[in-house]
């Protein structure tokens, strides 16, 4: 009981400690973070601009992937979800694990369209979703762009 209760005072101590900037140098090596792993950067004139994932602990990120190329909403859909599956894949994990999806189209009126290319993409237990029309279309000219959250 004795040693639980200095076990949480301790913890409590660093928190406060962190917050106000006093803490230490071990405690510091002890509750540091685990180094972000990121896959298939791509660049622009040779600086890194953005990952096409970031794993962190046992979370995968993945960057919004579009479509650009001449095709409808069904093309484009079935596209972007093939290369989020790549992306996830390549991290270490798979479409059912998914958590959460953000869409983001270029025209709202293509909603229903996207839905039935989307449909059954995720297993019978599919991740919550958001779905926004962007202002000004999605860029590179894809009809959608859709990014995701997943677990390893």
Request: overall charge neutral; some cysteine.
């Amino acid at each position: 009981m004795k040693t639980e209760r200095r076990s949480i005072l301790k913890k409590l101590f660093t928190s406060i400690a962190g917050v106000a900037g006093l803490g230490t140098v071990a405690s510091a090596k002890e509750d540091s973070a685990p180094e972000k792993e990121v896959g298939n950067i791509t660049t622009l004139q040779d600086v890194p601009l953005f990952s096409g994932h970031t794993k962190f602990n046992n979370m995968v990120f993945v960057a919004g992937k579009g479509a650009h190329f001449e095709g409808d909403i069904t093309a484009h859909t079935k596209h972007v979800l093939d290369e989020l599956e790549k992306e996830l894949i390549a991290a270490g994990s798979s479409m059912s694990k998914v958590l959460k999806c953000s869409v983001f189209l270029h025209d709202l009126n293509d909603y229903k369209a996207m839905n039935e290319a989307y449909k059954g993409r995720f297993g019978d237990k599919p991740p919550v979703r958001t779905t926004v029309a962007v202002y000004g279309g999605v860029p590179g000219n894809s009809l959608v762009e859709i990014d995701c959250i997943a677990y390893i």
